[in-house]
């Protein structure tokens, strides 16, 4: 056996998420047989389930990644930003998800927390990450002076969620995107420090 | 064969459509088996298809029938308050829909438009009955003097479907919603009239 660096394990284990995460978004999860996923990962079973134990953990896995990546454009720029991405970009390459990709993932996940109570349980501690820096930015801002200071944060946090939930069933669902642009101004707005009308 | 009078016709198809309902919350489009489904409406398969024509009539019957009735709370109460009562109310009884048998409709309804281009055209005309009863509903309320008039009717309408969406996907993940209130507080203000701050 060939001895394999860290570099190439990780190399490996980003190509295994990238192809399982079309082939999950295309096939929903029970359709991405494992044919599939070797055909969409262009690897062997073996090579994808030396790196993940079964199916199951390999779906846990993409869907951390992609709530990891969110988290960090949620730091660095707003829950709101996250929106707009998944109106504007229709494919991501390389270090960009594809919102297609990322929605398709998301559904399963919410899917499977519908119909599977034990994946509910392992996936609440992975989703409390979006939430945790979405809570943080919005703290951040309210220090900066651009928050509105009348309703808490939690409440605030809890309000873009919900947005952001409605805008990923949207999409997923096909239905027309193009006159979203004042809809995500209008959170934006309701979230800031209120400017005097008039 | 007996005359049978139309409300008895009425009073069957009702029953159906109820039965259906929990059914293809309970197990999915898919999994709502013939079978099934005469369990669920206490019904023969012959009773169930001489109403409709087939499973897929059925399905786009009830979902049909709880966008109409969502569009009269609409049109009575404002569409924040069917969020509220999709929060407040555990379970329906007689002419009140059981938010939790209403979404798992939605939620099905969902999950075929992201996955079948028929359905899709199919459901577009139906669906558009509630956007309907919630714009008319604003206009009425801006006419009363009620609601914001900086922002547009349509990208207000576009905004509350939009944490509608949220909403369902929200419950229907099973994430707790006790403190949801404050959010839709939130949300039914971001609509009204501007009070002055301060």
């Known amino acids: ?3 394999v660096s860290q570099d190439h394990l990780d190399a490996r284990r980003r190509q295994i998420l990238d192809g399982a995460r079309s082939c999950f978004a295309r096939y929903g999860y029970e359709g991405a047989t494992v044919r599939r996923l070797e055909e969409a990962t262009g690897l ?23 709530v990891l990546r969110m988290a960090e454009v949620v730091a660095a720029q707003g829950l709101v930003q996250v929106m707009r991405e998944l109106l504007s970009s229709p494919a991501g390459t390389g270090d960009t998800l594809s919102p297609a990709d ?3 993932t998301r559904l399963e996940v919410s899917r499977r927390l519908r119909t599977d109570p034990e994946f509910r349980a392992r ?13 943080e930015r919005l703290l951040r801002q309210r220090e900066a ?9 939690h409440v605030l946090t809890a ?3 919900l947005v952001l939930e409605g805008l990923v069933s949207h ?10 642009d004042p809809v995500l101004d209008l959170v934006e707005e309701t979230v800031r420090r209120h400017r005097r009308s008039g």
């Open 102 to 104: 990322w929605l398709g």
């Open 44 to 66: 062997s079973r073996g090579a994808i389930f030396h790196h993940f134990r079964d199916k199951e953990s390999l779906f846990l896995a993409l869907a951390e990644d992609d």
């Open 1 to 3: 056996m060939p001895r």
């Open 159 to 161: 309000f873009l969620e």
């Open 171 to 180: 999409l997923a669902m096909g239905l027309p995107a193009d006159d979203m």
């Open 123 to 135: 996936w609440a501690e992975r989703s409390e990450q979006l939430t945790v820096a979405t809570r």
């Open 145 to 153: 002076g651009k928050l509105r200071d009348d309703v808490d944060v």
